[in-house]
């Protein structure tokens, strides 16, 4: 199974300020034939299920703020928040689906306020 | 508004199976992959399987496979997970979640089920 490892566990950061999360694959998730990164990230809030964040590693899902973004390719991947708000408190994930029959995630990033 | 909407927790003994289902609402349910995944207590999210609900087939991860079977009934629009010989590891949140694209990417997700194994 590919592993997915993020960085830091958790991280604190004030409103405002700019929260990066990584993750990183234990091999390329960047298929050959489309030259799509098969990674996504996530959302979870306390209480609530996951929210799609980012798919195909940089495309914003409908209805996500634009704060958000996703780069990255091959096995280094980063989801940025460019200004912190209060709502985005919650638990931070990512996700490859390039190996059918057997998806990964990430252990998850949970951001706080500082 | 579309949601899968997941039934409630469950407490079993070792060695006994448990079903959670998953309800659709507002949208085609047959037209999306349907997939399962778990999160144990301090772990990370777990993916179990998948389950065409038009067609009805299934593809498990090879940890699960012979113990876990997905279902669904499309009158109804739910989907089915069933998982037997239950241990002690297998306590867990039970997530469904849909497949938009059929790619392997999740845009909605039922709000998860507890499932307790414990003597």
């Known amino acids: ?114 | 508004q579309v949601q899968l909407v997941q039934s409630g927790a469950e407490v079993k003994m070792p060695g006994a199976s448990v079903k959670v289902s998953c309800k659709a609402s507002r949208y085609t349910f047959t037209t999306y992959h349907v997939n399962w995944m778990r999160r144990a207590p301090g772990q990370g999210l777990e993916w179990m399987g998948w389950m065409n609900p038009f067609t009805g087939d299934t593809g498990y991860a090879q940890k699960f496979q012979g113990r876990v079977t997905m279902t669904r009934n499309t009158s109804i629009a739910t989907a089915y997970m069933e998982l037997s010989s239950l241990r002690s590891d297998d306590t867990a949140v039970y997530f469904c979640a849909r497949d938009y694209d059929n790619n392997g990417y999740f845009d909605l997700w039922g709000r998860g089920t507890l499932v307790t194994v414990s003597s």
């Open chain 1, 1 to 114: 199974d590919i592993v997915m490892t993020q960085s830091p566990d958790s991280l604190a950061v004030s409103l405002g300020e700019r929260a990066t999360i990584r993750c990183k694959s234990s091999q390329s998730v960047l298929h050959s034939s489309n030259n799509k990164n098969y990674l996504a990230w996530y959302q979870q809030r306390a209480g609530q299920p996951p929210n799609l964040l980012i798919y195909w590693a940089s495309t914003r899902e409908s209805g996500v703020p634009d704060r958000f973004s996703g780069s990255g390719s091959g096995t280094d991947f980063t989801l940025t928040i460019s200004s912190l708000q209060a709502e985005d408190v919650a638990l931070y994930f990512c996700q490859q689906y390039y190996t059918p029959l057997s998806y990964t995630f990430g252990q998850g990033t949970k951001l706080e306020i500082k």
